[in-house]
């Protein structure tokens, strides 16, 4: 699920959501802004539910970002790209070589 992402406008059960991939590597994720405050609210509900279950990748229920979009937020989108896809793109090298820093194991 996409909680931020807006749904398609005509075709149902579907998010405009897209990646970017070239030659076989993903670069980056793009999507539509869900600007539906009521629709946004339900949403992070449901994801701070999940959050509270042990989620890690769920986010949590942000307040001042759902009142700021009471308000007005106009249609919006973007593209977020990885540096290090980049890298690995232009070099040649893999993910772990391209990373400016090495993952931490949990402990």
Do not use: C, N
Not at 15 to 43: C, F, H, K, M, N
Not at 81 to 105: H, Q, Y
């Amino acid at each position: 699920m996409s909680p931020l992402t807006r749904p398609h406008r005509s075709k149902r059960g579907v998010a405009e959501r897209w990646d970017l991939v070239a030659w076989g590597i993903e670069l980056g994720t793009a999507y539509s802004e869900l600007t539906d405050p009521v629709e946004q609210r339900r949403r992070l509900q449901e994801q701070s539910l999940l959050a509270a279950g042990g989620d890690p990748e769920a986010m949590e229920l942000d307040e001042d970002f759902l009142q700021a979009m009471e308000y007005a937020m106009p249609p919006t989108g973007g593209l977020g790209m990885g540096i290090d896809r980049v890298v690995m793109l232009i070099t040649g090298r893999s993910i772990r070589e391209t990373l400016p820093f090495p993952l931490a194991k949990p402990h």
